[in-house]
């Protein structure tokens, strides 16, 4: 697991490199797909540790449902993602790879597959410790404003052209009078410094977006349409 030098600051957008690589003689099998999926990704990040101030990012709290899935890590294969992620909780944090081990045991007398959790690493996974400060800096700050129907991205020089978008869809059903939810569930890249009102079907729409760069901070916007 490797991320940029600090030092961190709350809300910043941190990006992970995760690699894992199979040295055994035989498969692996692990839980979730071997890409940066929004929701069923193998390899992850899990964070301990900080505390308040905190930092909230409202289109996270889209629901969003993932079927279980399971991969294999051939012999001597090796995969590598990048996965994005905000820093919420300032302080003290350890960020820990987090990636769950299957193990198949076949059940000859029902003839049925079982899978159980294993950890070939005996719980040395790899972490790092960091400390977030509370303020952000002023060269790190990314802002947003709206010019009619578009929303423009201000920021420093250097995280133009490697902005990430993250945002959620609220569309009122007149049919069956509730709300259901879209989006893209996970930090995509984009080199526009402006974003267009996405494509939300329904009587009554909001949009929830977040905009960032890897080192740089998170801004929030909504507007109900």
């Not at 769950?100 to 996974?125: A, C, E, M, W």
């Not at 709206?146 to 991205?153: A, E, F, M, R, T």
């Not at 996405?198 to 729409?205: D, E, H, Q, R």
Request: charged share 10%.
């Amino acid at each position: 697991m490797q991320i940029i030098p600090g030092p961190y600051f709350l809300s910043e957008l941190l990006e992970a490199r995760l690699t894992l690589t199979n040295h055994n003689k035989t498969s692996v099998e692990v839980q979730g797909v071997l890409a940066n999926a929004p929701c069923t990704g193998a390899l992850g990040v899990a964070i301990t540790g900080g505390s308040k101030p905190q930092y909230l990012i409202p289109s996270n709290n889209a629901f969003m449902s993932c079927p279980p899935m399971m991969s294999s890590l051939k012999p001597g294969q090796t995969v590598s993602i990048l996965q994005d992620f905000p820093l919420t909780m300032s302080g003290s944090m350890t960020l820990a790879f987090a990636v769950r081990f299957i193990h198949l045991v076949k059940n000859k007398q029902d003839n049925q597959n079982i899978y159980t959790s294993f950890d070939p690493l005996g719980g040395h996974v790899p972490a790092l410790h960091i400390v977030v400060a509370p303020k952000v800096p002023v060269d790190r700050l990314i802002s947003l404003q709206w010019i009619g129907p578009l929303v423009n991205v201000e920021a420093p020089a250097a995280a133009l052209g490697n902005f990430r978008y993250y945002y959620t869809c609220s569309n009122f059903v007149p049919v069956d009078g509730e709300f259901t939810g879209t989006g893209n569930f996970s930090w995509q890249p984009f080199t526009q410094s402006f974003l267009n009102l996405p494509m939300c079907s329904g009587l009554v729409s909001q949009w929830q977006f977040s905009v960032a760069a890897p080192g740089f901070s998170v801004a929030n916007g909504s507007t109900s349409f």
